[in-house]
């Protein structure tokens, strides 16, 4: 049974950070891994993805502050979120696909990605 499971969201002031986690078990094919976001009454959103070949995308708005990342076995999947601000605050997701994410990140469709979190809350505060 595919599981994702994100972890380490909360409560921080404007300007600090955090790190999310994301434990994946049951799912090795996976050529992407993607975190995103929703806020109340928007769309959800793609932040970041990483290949299976390394290479990275991040959405415009995070560029520079968010950093994504993966152990060694794919087994976890993490998103560092420095200097983060109010607009940040959302619901945060992570999700894997069998296709490569090499497009820009607003370009990726939702339904292209196989599986999905249940989400961790992330508030920024002013």
């Known amino acids: 049974q595919v599981q994702l499971v994100e972890s380490g969201g909360g409560s921080v002031q404007a300007g600090g950070s955090l790190r999310l986690s994301c434990a994946v078990s049951g799912y090795t094919y996976s050529k992407c891994m993607a975190w995103f976001r929703q806020a109340p009454g928007k769309e959800r959103e793609g932040v970041a993805g990483?290949?299976?070949?390394?290479?990275?995308r991040y959405a415009d708005s995070v560029e520079g502050r968010f950093t994504i990342s993966q152990d060694n076995a794919k087994s976890t999947l993490y998103l560092q979120m420095n200097s983060l601000k109010p607009e940040d605050t959302a619901t945060y997701y992570c999700?894997?696909?069998?296709?490569?994410?090499?497009?820009?990140?607003?370009?990726?469709?939702?339904?292209?990605?196989?599986?999905w979190g249940q989400g961790t809350q992330v508030t920024v505060s002013s």
């Open positions: 999700a894997a696909t069998t296709f490569w994410c090499y497009s820009r990140v607003g370009s990726w469709s939702l339904a292209a990605f196989d599986y």
């Open positions: 990483v290949n299976s070949d390394g290479i990275k």
